[in-house]
């Protein structure tokens, strides 16, 4: 028998499945993913050695049998009963996505506030505001870059669709769960879009957790736009399970004088790989980027991260830290591209870790790409163990082994999730990084699910 | 209290300690002087449990116990205390916290309850007064931009805090201008009592014209090779340690 790759088995899958996929689409939908398909066909599935993907091998998780759902199944579950990812004093709407799908039973697809924003289902605004999707939908992703980009364009089915309209804010900050439960192993392709008009100010928090002890592969998009001088927040914490696998893809197009903070907290989860593009094309934007992971067991996260700069007087901040415990793994491969435009480009770029065994294992690349001859741009990257110094002078002070490197650990974490800029979410994170240090925080905390035991 | 029996000390197989002998009892105040490279500093690490060297022979005996079998936060809540050198900095662990888990963790092991944050913050503005630290340790980092002088005084405002039966200050002095250097001795002699004591390292004999010392040892090439009171150290000050020197050649 003829063994199939990869590549051969998705793209049999869509063919296989296309009018399932495309039942209820718009054209404009069905084209992308025709598209998508068609660039996955030319670059095909990324093989090890491919430079970007040398320490993630997503191929055998990709290959392996899972089920794919293509319409929402009826599962019955009080998520307010069930799960809550809480954050004590932060007032938020929370949009849920049960296995990629918009969950809200019963209740409205998308919500239209008074001021003009919507939020909601994505599969929902295709359908009701087509000439609003169509406009930005696909637009940043690139399928030809990036082969989940094209799987995912060609395969997701819903997601959250958000719009803030020119000058209006976001009073809430959005907090969206993505939940996996299910009976049997799954994969989940869905996709977000954010567009923020001129002015417009927003905060987005995305949680990402697993709910049932299957095998879970995500692989998520999210299309980010920020209109002129617009004010964007958005803060992934991701905590599945560690027999799951998770792809993200953000991918942020800046204008002109916009803010953009974008991080990423990772407690748990098996395999793990983020990448994230922000294009800045317009003067005077400005980005940072924050990400920490704590990893022990077999666990492995890999942080790809590229930053265009297109225009002149932007600036970009990456901050960067990884703890690794165990026989864990982790990557770091970071770009910073100033374009020949680009003059007074600030660019910075940390990168550090700590190792705590001599088993565990972190890649760290930096790369600089710079065509303008008026820039600022540093980067400094760095794999270490803790402070056996500061070690010891704080169990001079009487303070116990463990206690004390848990103290240099947490204080490791603070300098970047002390970036953070809603405080009520400060505090939260830094309890759940403090907990996960402790290896007190099992991902079911707020579930009641109890599929671990 | 502490005594040091021929204690030798290997960093990387080479002898850094050639046989220490060494008794201080509570309420004394000993001054080991020296110059540099004789193992001063060594020696201050040895007792406070650092573990980059070897212990190759003797012992080290506190209140009874072989010092050897406690690790450095055990003999820290036994009432050792090391004022460091050069105090580390620590960016991300706020002072208070630091200083409130410190002392709380010594309470624990006397079995004393843990104090209240209010309790502990008026115990800080106490003993602030005591040794004259006007210095503002909230919403700062261990040690973190901390100025030279600062950070010696900080080293004299922790022994106040958490009142060791036996300090050993690791060249204190170095480094302090003449009112640091004050501040810093005043806060040593407050906190002199008949029941503890004071071991002070230093290579200048100016540190003792405000800590007066029961005992004065020269420490040359990894032995004690002088002891005498007060005026042996007057003595290096007016002479260097070179007669010294040529004393311990003259009698090889």
């Known amino acids: ?29 069905t084209k992308l993913r025709e598209e998508a398909i068609a660039s996955f066909r030319e670059t095909g599935f990324p093989v090890r050695k491919e430079e970007r993907y040398k320490y993630t091998h997503l191929e055998p998780v990709f290959d392996g049998e899972l089920s794919f759902e293509f319409h929402p199944r009826d599962i019955r579950f009080d998520d307010q009963e069930l799960f809550r990812c809480d954050v004590p004093m932060l007032d938020a709407e929370v949009l849920t996505v049960l296995n990629g799908f918009f969950h809200n039973p019963g209740g409205e697809a998308l919500t239209q506030l008074e001021n003009g924003i919507i939020y909601g289902s994505l599969k929902e605004a295709i359908k009701t505001h087509p000439g609003l999707v169509e406009k930005y939908l696909g637009k940043n992703a690139q399928t030809a870059d990036e082969s989940f980009v094209a799987l995912n364009t060609a395969f997701s089915q819903d997601g959250i669709f958000l719009y803030v309209p020119k000058g209006a804010v976001m009073e809430k900050p959005i907090q969206i769960i993505h939940l996996l439960l299910s009976d049997k192993n799954q994969m989940v392709h869905h996709r977000n879009l954010f567009i923020l008009e001129e002015s ?54 800046q204008e002109r004088d916009s803010r953009c903070q974008h991080g990423t ?11 994230l593009r922000i294009s800045m094309e317009g003067e005077g934007a400005e980005t940072s980027a924050l990400g920490l992971f704590l990893t022990d067991k077999m666990q492995h996260v890999d942080s790809y991260t590229v930053i265009e700069h297109h225009k002149p007087h932007c600036t970009s901040n990456q901050y960067y830290k990884g703890v690794l415990d165990d ?34 294992r972190m890649h760290t690349k930096p790369r600089l790409e710079i065509y ?57 994170i830094k309890d759940l990084v403090g907990q996960r240090l402790r290896g007190e925080l099992s991902r079911c905390n707020n579930c009641a699910m109890h599929c671990d035991e | ?96 916290n630091f200083l409130r888990t410190s002392l709380n963790s010594m309470r624990e092991y006397r079995k004393q309850e843990a104090l209240s944050a209010g309790d502990f913050l008026k115990l800080m503005r106490e003993k602030k007064e005591v040794v004259e630290i006007d210095s503002d340790l909230t919403n700062r980092s261990v040690n973190e931009g901390f100025s030279g002088g600062e950070k010696k005084k900080n080293e004299i405002f922790q022994m106040a805090l958490l009142e060791p039966k036996l300090a050993i200050l690791d060249e204190t002095d170095s480094g302090l201008d003449i009112d640091a250097l004050r501040i810093v001795s005043n806060g040593v002699n407050n906190l002199r009592t008949p029941e503890n004591a004071t071991i002070i390292i230093t290579h200048y004999q100016r540190l003792l014209d405000y800590i007066v010392p029961d005992y004065v040892h020269v420490l040359y090439k990894g032995r004690i090779v002088k002891s005498g009171d007060k005026s042996l150290a007057k003595e290096l000050e007016e002479h260097g340690y070179d007669w010294i020197k040529q004393e311990v050649e003259a009698k090889v």
């Open chain 1, 200 to 253: 417009a100010k927003a905060e987005v928090i995305i949680c990402d957790h697993t709910l049932s002890p299957q095998m879970f592969l995500t692989n998520s998009v999210t299309e980010v736009y920020t209109g002129a001088n617009a004010n964007l927040d958005l803060l992934r914490l991701q905590n599945e399970h560690n027999n799951s696998c998770q792809v993200t893809n953000t991918w942020i197009k």
């Open chain 1, 1 to 29: 028998m003829e063994t199939l790759t990869t590549t051969d088995k998705y793209l049999d899958l869509f063919d296989e499945k296309q009018k399932e996929i495309t039942q209820f689409d718009a054209g404009f939908v």
């Open chain 1, 327 to 360: 026989t864990s793994t982790g990557a770091f491969n970071g770009k910073i591209h100033v374009h020949p435009d680009a003059q007074q480009t600030e660019a910075f770029q940390t990168n550090n870790n700590i190792l705590l065994t001599d088993t565990a």
């Open chain 1, 265 to 275: 907290i990772t407690l748990h989860g098996g395999m793990v790989r983020n990448n």
């Open chain 1, 372 to 428: 303008a001859d008026d820039v600022k741009c540093s980067h400094g990257a760095t794999v270490g163990q803790l402070d056996t110094e500061a070690l010891f002078y704080l169990q001079s002070r009487g303070i116990p082994k463990d206690e004390s490197r848990l103290m240099l650990m947490d204080a490791f974490a603070w300098d970047v999730i002390s970036k953070i800029q809603q405080m009520a979410l400060v505090i939260r």
């Open chain 2, 1 to 96: 209290m502490l005594e040091i029996k021929d204690l030798k000390v290997n960093i990387e197989d080479k002898e850094i300690l050639s046989g220490i002998n060494l008794k201080v009892k509570a309420g004394e105040v000993h001054a080991i002087m020296g110059p540099n490279g004789s193992g001063k500093s060594t020696l201050a690490s040895a007792l406070a449990g650092r573990d980059y060297f070897d212990i190759t022979e003797g012992k080290i005996l506190y209140e009874g116990k072989d010092l050897s079998e406690l690790s450095p936060e055990d003999r820290a809540r036994e009432g050792i205390f090391l004022g460091f050198q050069y105090p580390v900095e620590i960016p991300g662990v706020s002072m208070v």
